[in-house]
């Protein structure tokens, strides 16, 4: 649609549908394509006109190229929820497909693989062998897109009917677009199977060299991410491949010259001449510094490639970009080039941004614990940013001092005098902490040492953890290098505090520990508390070589954006194993007398999905498909809201949204606090009473300071069974949450039982019988769910798999034609749930049998299925 076609989302006439079904009939062609535009924005907006899929298909017979493409675009989208319809629109396809018009031709078959029914596949294979071998190459290119489609969603046909065959042979296509999309389609294959899809041979490999340099920049970066995989023969072979792709360093697209840099660095694993290797870096170089002068958002993802493969930061650089910089010049820094870069950090350390100046400071310190001859220059810059008196510059400093002692013991003590005149300074746990440390460490030097802790011993209640551990240890430290009369009275202090005014188990344990051992063995103690301490190393090279090379392997990608590899957060899940309509399901019950019970042999149908549970499957991409945009990129879920638990006007404009999730395998609260109040609040709190679980909060909660307008997110581990409450399980939540402004909010949430699910409630499908047998049958329990239907057997396990309620087996009743499912789920520490779902898909209904040895909690099982089917 154009600009000013706006006019079609304006509508607000009453019976709009039967006036559009009225204009989609029309014979005359305009007003037949504004009603079509007039549906497309209906349905751009959110609005169901699935009720005029058959008048849209009926406009599919024109010449007329934008409304056919219209009509496509709705085809896609509705498709799916109308597959018996869609068939209606195959023989349009068909003829579409064999047009005179090439555009017309490639728009056919693009639509068909972008429509994602079983029923229209088979239908897609005759004209997909035809544009595949059409005459026109833009046709070809879209045929080879559109085989991967067809493969992820039928595997097994796609092999039968030749076309990977046909997809090889087009990499010696005439055509370099065709090539490149061909290579794109077979890499797609590749990643779904086990099986090898796609082996760059000689051959190929020449064909792929030559389409390099004529087909578009996108089409260069999929035939560099094929050469990336490809394993030179031997270094003649290495350098003629380094020597085609270097020029595409100097392209102007950040991804080509990603991509490039990949395969190069794969290349020079092989290359044995180190002349070769250096005028490689040297080349490498100054492509990867341009892009560092690019926008913020590509400047971040070159900085953080370029931190795999090892600037001075801007005043006006994004946060996030100053920080990797930083990252880079640690690693970069060397006795030679120290000056400079400790010039630089110091000049870092007096700038606004409090964060940064924070990591500056610190980066300082890295560097002296890197470089050993140059530790006397950090110290001497740290010394001068402390004379500053800036409160935050001063407590990083100290933090980073204490590091430097243990790397370098017995070196630079000197300057203890200089950090305790900054102990009124001292307000944050991390600073306290390491200041306590130097005192404790080196009391035999410090004549006033016991003064200096005493004064951080007033205030040991209200200290956190972090610093109440090493209070501890530094007074008994104290005591053991100076057994005078004071260090005593003040050892005791601490563990009389340490082991009956406190809740903290880490804190108590330590204490008693000290307590025994001062009590029984001074000596011992001696041995184990000043004890050599092994020296801090270098922390600029964190990275596992193994991870690392992997990560090299995907430079360019998201893996090596986030350091991480792409096992841990992508996922793809592909289509299930197809089954004929006459194959047995079942053969005999478990017990002939209980309807309920699973049967003895039941044939695994859905495979659990791999990687990360619940991973939605990948999206079309409709607009880039039918405007002819061939890369597809992955879609991220959109997150959904959190639950209002505290609202704006009850809480004097505190929001409190959130909700109770599983994460990593822990139970978390996740909130999202809100401030919409005149005023900043801080010092957040949060209380759980009793309830039926025991949860309570795992650590303190960490809100920063919400000034007006502010939102922040929060993760709050949570424990089970710290705080039972009597009486039968129920679902309610009571929480309590203060802050420094303003009174004690209290408010209700629901326990979801779904999210204290444990990874370890999958069973094996003979174990899974033999516990069914063994729980009596006054152990089970039958509910309805009238208002539930399921319309994928599939998706509905996928999105109960994704809880951790996992999947045993299924089988089928042909007679009427119910799916019945098994599966499994355990609360800890030990309730095991048993489940089997009845339901014929499609239509409402769902019912429930659940087999427990904690009857009192079968209530909150059918809540938790009732709103995850339901959703």
């Given at each position: ?148 489609k067809l493969h992820d969603i039928n595997a097994e046909l796609v092999e039968d009917r030749g076309f990977l065959e046909i997809l090889k042979d087009l990499i010696s296509d005439s055509n370099p677009m065709v090539v490149a999309n061909a290579v794109a389609a077979l890499a797609e294959i590749q990643e779904g199977t086990t099986k090898i899809i796609f082996e760059i041979t000689n051959h190929t490999l020449f064909k792929l060299l030559a389409a390099l340099n004529e087909c578009t920049e996108w089409g260069q970066v999929f035939i560099l991410d094929a050469l990336s995989r490809y394993k030179a023969k031997d270094v ?119 964060d940064f100046v924070r990591k500056a400071v610190r980066a300082i310190g890295r560097c002296a614990i890197k470089l050993e001859r140059a530790a006397e220059r950090c110290i001497s810059v740290l010394l001068e940013l402390i004379k500053l008196k800036v409160n935050y510059v001063v407590q990083e400093a100290i933090v980073v001092i204490k590091d430097i002692f243990r790397r370098y013991p017995n070196t630079y003590e000197s300057i203890i005098a200089t950090l305790c005149e900054n102990l009124d300074n001292l307000d944050e746990p991390e600073a306290k902490a390491s200041m306590i440390w130097i005192i404790g460490e ?430």
């Amino acid at each position: 649609m154009s600009g000013h076609d706006s006019k079609y989302f304006t509508t607000t006439k009453k019976g709009e549908i039967h006036e559009l079904k009225e204009e989609l009939n029309s014979q005359y062609k305009d007003k037949k394509k504004d009603a079509v535009k007039k549906v497309i924005a209906a349905m751009t907006v959110g609005k169901d006109v699935s009720m005029l899929f058959t008048d849209v298909v009926n406009c599919m017979q024109t010449e007329n190229l934008e409304l056919k493409k219209l009509v496509y675009l709705y085809l896609i989208n509705y498709a799916k929820s109308q597959p018996d319809l869609a068939i209606l629109a195959v023989n349009t396809f068909v003829k579409d497909s064999q047009d005179p018009n090439p555009l017309i031709r490639a728009l056919a078959v693009r639509t068909m693989g972008c429509i994602r029914v079983d029923k229209i596949t088979e239908y897609l294979c005759d004209p997909l062998q035809r544009c595949l071998k059409d005459d026109d190459p833009y046709v070809r290119k879209t045929a080879a897109i559109c085989v991967a489609k067809l493969h992820d969603i039928n595997a097994e046909l796609v092999e039968d009917r030749g076309f990977l065959e046909i997809l090889k042979d087009l990499i010696s296509d005439s055509n370099p677009m065709v090539v490149a999309n061909a290579v794109a389609a077979l890499a797609e294959i590749q990643e779904g199977t086990t099986k090898i899809i796609f082996e760059i041979t000689n051959h190929t490999l020449f064909k792929l060299l030559a389409a390099l340099n004529e087909c578009t920049e996108w089409g260069q970066v999929f035939i560099l991410d094929a050469l990336s995989r490809y394993k030179a023969k031997d270094v003649r072979d290495a350098e003629n491949i380094v020597e085609r792709v270097t020029p595409r360093l100097q392209h102007a697209n950040c991804a080509v010259v990603l991509s490039a840099v990949k395969v190069i660095l794969q290349q020079m694993e092989l290359i044995t001449s180190t002349d070769v290797v250096r005028n490689l870096c040297k080349k490498m170089a100054p492509p990867l510094v341009t892009l560092i002068s690019a926008e913020p958002e590509i400047q971040y993802v070159a900085l953080r490639n370029i931190n795999l493969i090892v600037f001075f930061c801007k005043y006006n650089d994004p946060i996030y970009v100053k920080m990797e910089k930083l990252e880079i010049m640690i690693k970069l820094a060397s006795d030679r080039n120290i000056d400079q870069v400790l010039l630089e950090f110091k000049e870092y350390a007096t700038e606004v941004d409090v964060d940064f100046v924070r990591k500056a400071v610190r980066a300082i310190g890295r560097c002296a614990i890197k470089l050993e001859r140059a530790a006397e220059r950090c110290i001497s810059v740290l010394l001068e940013l402390i004379k500053l008196k800036v409160n935050y510059v001063v407590q990083e400093a100290i933090v980073v001092i204490k590091d430097i002692f243990r790397r370098y013991p017995n070196t630079y003590e000197s300057i203890i005098a200089t950090l305790c005149e900054n102990l009124d300074n001292l307000d944050e746990p991390e600073a306290k902490a390491s200041m306590i440390w130097i005192i404790g460490e080196y009391a035999e030097r410090i004549d006033n040492a016991d003064e200096l802790l005493e004064g951080f011993l007033e205030t040991f209640p209200e200290e956190t953890a972090q610093v109440q551990l090493q209070l501890l240890t530094a007074t008994v430290k104290l005591f053991l290098k100076k057994p005078t009369e004071g260090p005593q009275q003040m050892i005791q202090v601490v563990l009389n505090n340490a082991t009956q005014e406190t809740d903290n188990p880490d804190l108590r344990d330590r204490a008693y520990i000290y307590w025994r051992l001062l009590s029984t063995d001074p000596e011992a103690a001696k041995d184990v508390v000043l004890a050599e301490k092994p020296t801090i190393n270098d922390d600029s090279n964190m990275l596992e070589p193994s991870l690392l090379d992997e990560l090299l392997s995907n430079i360019a990608t998201l893996a090596s954006v986030y350091h991480k590899p792409p096992d841990s957060f992508v996922s793809r899940v592909r289509a299930t194993v197809q089954r004929d309509d006459d194959e047995e399901y079942a053969a005999e019950s478990l017990d002939p007398e209980s309807s309920s019970a699973p049967v003895s042999e039941i044939t695994t149908s859905v495979a659990a999905p791999g990687g990360v549970p619940g991973q939605p499957a990948a999206v079309p991409d409709i607009l880039g498909d039918l405007m002819g945009l061939d890369g597809s990129a992955d879609q991220q879920p959109m997150t959904r809201s959190l639950p209002v638990l505290l609202s704006a006007s009850a809480g004097q404009g505190l929001q409190i949204s959130g909700k109770l999730v599983r994460r990593n395998g822990q139970v978390v609260y996740s909130l999202m606090f809100e401030n919409s109040s005149q005023i900043p609040l801080d010092g957040f709190m949060i209380q759980f009473n009793k309830n039926t679980f025991g949860l309570a909060a795992a650590a303190p909660l960490q809100v920063p300071p919400l000034v007006p307008g502010r939102s922040e997110s929060v993760v709050l581990p949570m424990v089970m069974y710290q705080n039972v409450a009597p009486g039968p399980p129920n679902s309610l939540l009571q929480v309590a949450v203060k802050n420094n402004q303003q009174p004690v909010w209290y408010f209700n949430d629901k326990i979801s039982i779904e999210a204290l699910f444990g990874e370890d409630g999958k069973m094996e499908r003979q174990h899974f019988l033999e516990t069914w047998k063994t729980i009596p049958d006054s152990h089970e329990f039958i509910k309805e769910l009238p208002s539930v239907c399921v319309n994928s057997v599939e998706s509905a396990i996928q999105k109960l798999q994704a809880t951790n309620l996992f999947f045993i087996a299924r089988r089928s009743q042909k007679e009427s034609r119910q799916e019945l499912l098994y599966l499994s789920a355990k609360v800890p520490p030990n309730i095991v749930f048993l489940v089997e779902l009845a339901t014929v898909v499609g239509t409402a209904g769902v019912k429930c049998a659940v087999k427990t040895v904690s009857p009192e909690m079968a209530p909150l099982l059918f809540d938790a299925l009732e709103a995850l089917l339901s959703t």
